[in-house]
């Protein structure tokens, strides 16, 4: 008898350590169930907001790249500064340049009542924001892994020591991508990003001013938006079609027109430059391999679970 009741211990113990596994992995059909309008929900917010300002679905988009990489895709970046919360806000790669925080707060009130009550998380909101900006600019469609749950802290140290800088070597960037799982492919593709969106003059001041590895002509005309003091918040291009998802990142960088120093660093002679090269002329290769990498990097370490929690606000903790 005893020994009949050590197994039936063991293998409830088994069983319920096989379900906590099986139910704290992301799914793409996480929400069938308990919310089968959330994703349609936000996408309408989404096309609305692209639509009205096309910057701001680079916007969306960037606010996910900037949350996976601090302590994992769990919205973290999205919670305001308390007497307890440093905002990641306040970070050196967000102060002043991160937007989109209202769009998502309108995703959040029409999801929330879509559903009935808070059952989609923040964090996966900013996953499926970024997918449909994406889309709504011409580029590439996923299927979103979600079922990711709300830190309940942020950090604005751990901001500025993990988002890559705009000021980064290419060795700098290969392991500032390896310390979170991705690899140089990811590095390459998820820069493609950067097809999307506009710079300010103090992020790429010193790359038009000081680098070699710039063409001149493009140098001389950006140094017009950009003086050697002053004009800080003044806005350029990441490539030469902002509104446009699409592989002219690359091609800009193929003829030395990368705005950010860490951009023209993907091709500077190093070992990226074949991968920059091949998006440069094959868009089908680029999207494929950027939906791949979106998938990847919304893996960081996810909480999932009984992990943190599902804000009611997504500046707030839930008290």
Same mark, same amino acid.
């Given at each position: 008898?005893?020994?009949?009741? $050590? ?6 113990? %088994? ?12 799914? !793409? ?11 349609? #929900?936000?996408? #309408? ?32 970046? @999205? ?11 306040? !970070? ?22 879509? *559903?009935?009550?808070?059952? %989609? ?10 997918? +449909?900006? %994406?889309?709504? @600019? ?11 749950? +709300?830190? #309940? ?6 901001? &500025? ?36 969106? $506009?710079? !300010? ?13 710039? +063409? ?9 938006? *950009? ?25 800009? @960088? ?19 430059? &074949?991968?920059?090269?091949?998006? !440069? $002329? ?9 939906? +791949? ?27």
């Amino acid at each position: 008898m005893a020994l009949r009741g $050590y197994y039936f211990v063991l293998h409830a113990l %088994v069983f319920a350590a096989l379900a906590t596994s099986a139910f704290s992995k992301l799914s !793409s059909h996480y929400y069938d169930y308990s919310c089968p309008k959330a994703l349609s #929900t936000i996408k #309408t917010v989404v096309e609305a907001a692209v639509q009205k300002e096309r910057r701001m679905g680079a916007s969306l988009t960037r606010l996910h790249f900037h949350d996976c990489f601090v302590n994992g895709c769990d919205g973290s970046i @999205l919670l305001d500064s308390t007497s307890t919360i440093d905002s990641e806000k306040n !970070s050196n790669a967000n102060f002043q340049s991160a937007r989109g925080f209202e769009v998502v707060d309108e995703i959040k009130q029409a999801v929330d009542e879509a *559903c009935g009550k808070p059952v %989609v998380s923040c964090a996966d909101i900013l996953a499926v924001a970024a997918r +449909d900006s %994406v889309v709504a @600019l011409g580029g590439p469609t996923w299927k979103v892994k979600l079922g990711r749950r +709300d830190s #309940t802290t942020a950090s604005r140290a751990a901001a &500025d020591a993990n988002i890559p800088a705009p000021f980064f070597s290419l060795s700098e960037l290969i392991t500032n991508f390896r310390n979170h799982g991705l690899d140089e492919k990811d590095l390459v593709v998820l820069s493609g990003g950067h097809s999307i969106g $506009y710079a !300010s003059c103090v992020t790429f001041r010193a790359h038009i001013y000081n680098d070699s590895n710039i +063409d001149s002509d493009f140098a001389k005309n950006l140094k017009y938006i *950009c003086p050697t003091a002053g004009g800080d918040s003044n806005l350029s291009p990441l490539d030469s079609t902002p509104a446009q998802f699409d592989k002219n990142y690359y091609s800009n @960088l193929v003829q030395k027109k990368g705005l950010l120093h860490s951009d023209q660093e993907l091709f500077n002679g190093g070992s990226t430059d &074949d991968l920059v090269k091949e998006y !440069s $002329y094959d868009t089908d290769d680029f999207f494929e391999d950027f939906a +791949d990498s979106m998938i990847k990097m919304g893996n960081i370490q996810p909480l999932t679970g009984n992990q943190g929690e599902i804000r009611v606000n997504c500046r707030k903790v839930n008290q």
